[in-house]
């Protein structure tokens, strides 16, 4: 070990070791003068005698007397040999007993690796301040470049959020703000909550191979409890206890129980209906939905949808028509949005929300409308509830400016990288 300065490195020599571990000359030669004593017979107990004899006497600690050595009293503390036990654990030590050591040659002085790193910059012109000649002081010897607080740097790209993921989270954390609980449900779902229990006749179009997608293994799953399957049944072939007269078929619990992958996110709605809600209540889902489609820039097989619905007697239509609206211009930032009468099976009356992108025109991105009672009554919910479903995908291509569905999951990194840093 040893100590860094602008010179250098200071180490022990092999002789300065061997002081360190045995002590120095002139400390033994003090020890064993426990009462005068020749020259002759100190000579040949302490190796480098003469040594010894001229740093004792040079520090005062022996005299001679009629030819014979006599210890003048207990020495302090030997400043060489605390220096030495200095420099081994890697202290510093004073110049002055630095220069004693280097002339009785017990140290030796060797250039670390950082000074002749630092060395070799020594009177040209440098632009950064490295480590090595911060250590060794040669920044003082060295010609910084000016720096020029006007010259623009080098943009730097951090990791950050996906843009659409950030959308969703943004979405979904406005909701919350809202008051909204958030809703769930599995993403394989039975024909029963996705078309059955929203009142969706078996025989609808909707429900052909061409518009929704079924599990090939397993096909079919547990339907729930067979108060709420009896119930549903009766609603879809004679309206039940809810003033309608059904759809008029035989109901067939065997096509409910098939499996799809979720086909819309109102599958959440109606599991929370029957698990139970608050009322007044709010509630939302953001799920991935499919359904075959022809692939193109506002359409795609696998989609997201932001489901929500409301419970209060005392909202009306126009409430949920304003919570549309509120979506599309503070969450999406569409400038215009417009209204059409719609139908849905499960929903009376209904309404469709389109925005108006600033390239593509009009884009539809939401369905809404009021339960039908032939949904919520078997479901055990008998106060009105308001529903919605937007498309968040075509939300989002009007938040990030996009022209094309697709390119909510660009791998273009360039447009990945002028999107914004959020925490």
Not at 168 to 177: H, N, P, T, Y
Not at 182 to 189: F, K, L, Q, T, V
Not at 377 to 402: C, N, Q
Request: hydrophobic fraction near 35%; proline fraction near 5%.
């Amino acid at each position: 070990m040893c100590i860094l300065n602008r010179s250098g490195n200071y180490k022990l020599t092999e002789e300065g070791e061997k002081y360190l571990q045995e002590g120095l000359p002139e400390e033994k030669l003090v020890k064993i003068l426990k009462k005068p004593m020749g020259i002759g017979e100190a000579s040949k107990r302490i190796d480098n005698f003469h040594i010894a004899m001229s740093w004792a006497k040079k520090k005062g600690w022996i005299r001679l007397e009629k030819g014979k050595l006599v210890s003048v009293g207990k020495p302090e503390k030997s400043e060489e040999g605390e220096a030495l036990r200095r420099l081994s654990q890697g202290k510093e030590i004073g110049e002055k007993t630095l220069s004693t050591l280097l002339r009785r040659k017990l140290v030796r002085k060797e250039k670390s690796d950082a000074f002749k790193k630092a060395s070799k910059l020594v009177g040209k012109e440098v632009t950064n301040l490295t480590p090595e000649l911060i250590k060794t002081g040669l920044w003082k010897d060295v010609k910084l470049r000016p720096y020029d607080i006007t010259v623009t740097g080098g943009k730097l790209y951090p990791g950050k959020r996906q843009p659409y993921n950030r959308f969703i989270s943004q979405v979904r954390e406005k909701l919350a703000q809202m008051g909204f609980k958030e809703m769930s449900g599995p993403i394989i779902e039975s024909e029963f909550w996705n078309f059955d229990a929203l009142f969706q006749a078996q025989d609808h179009p909707s429900r052909d191979w061409t518009q929704t997608y079924t599990l090939k293994k397993p096909k079919r799953g547990d339907l729930p409890a067979k108060k709420i399957v009896d119930r549903v049944g009766a609603s879809h072939e004679n309206g039940w206890k809810t003033g309608s007269t059904g759809w008029g078929y035989k109901w067939d619990p065997l096509k409910a129980a098939q499996l799809m992958p979720r086909a819309h996110g109102t599958a959440c709605s109606a599991r929370q209906l029957v698990k139970g809600v608050d009322i007044p209540g709010k509630y939302f889902a953001i799920k991935r939905c499919f359904r075959p489609d022809v692939i193109d820039a506002t359409h795609g097989v696998e989609f997201n949808q932001c489901e929500g619905i409301i419970i209060d007697e005392s909202l009306t239509f126009k409430e949920m028509v304003g919570v549309l609206k509120m979506f599309a211009v503070e969450v999406a930032g569409a400038e215009k949005v417009r209204f059409f009468p719609d139908y849905y099976p499960f929903t009376e009356p209904s309404v469709q929300l389109s925005a108006k992108h600033p390239e593509m025109g009009w884009i539809e991105f939401a369905g809404a409308g009021i339960f039908r009672p032939e949904m919520t009554h078997p479901l055990g919910v008998e106060h009105p509830v308001l529903a919605w479903g937007l498309g968040i995908d075509r939300l989002a291509m009007f938040k990030l400016g996009i022209g094309d569905i697709r390119y909510l999951f660009s791998q273009d990194i360039g447009w990945l990288r002028k999107q914004k840093v959020t925490v």
